[in-house]
């Protein structure tokens, strides 16, 4: 999963620094009890586009589905939706997974 944003609304950038540190520890708790297998933070160099930063995590997808339907997950990303402009979340496939989809789908 792909969660990414623009910026922060202007004047709500301090709220936005104490969610993504809160965020990370929560992403952090998540990896260590197995419901995600791992993630990475990405901050884009200025291009002129709205995509500024993401989130990239990675997990079953069953774990994933699983995640996105609970409590705590939903409160996190309404929050940031708050402070951040153009946040949103993308699902998508990874690694060997994509290979396999690819092939499948090729006609012979």
């Known amino acids: 999963m792909l969660f990414g944003w623009n910026r922060s609304v202007p004047d709500r950038e301090k709220v936005s620094a ?3 540190e809160e965020f ?5 708790s998540l ?8 993630f ?3 901050f884009l160099d200025p291009h002129g586009g709205d995509l500024n930063g993401f989130f990239l995590i990675k997990g079953d997808s069953a774990k994933l589905d699983a995640l996105v339907s609970t409590t ?3 409160t996190h990303i309404t929050r940031a939706a708050l402070h951040l402009e153009g946040s949103g979340l993308i699902r998508g496939v990874t ?14």
């Not at 690694?95 to 012979?108: C, F, K, N, Q, R």
């Open 18 to 20: 104490q969610h993504f």
């Open 24 to 28: 990370v520890k929560y992403l952090s």
């Open 31 to 38: 990896q260590q009890n197995g419901a995600i297998q791992t």
């Open 40 to 42: 990475d933070v990405v």
């Open 72 to 74: 705590e997950w939903t």
């Open 95 to 108: 690694g060997d997974e994509v290979m396999a989809l690819w092939t499948s789908i090729i006609p012979s």
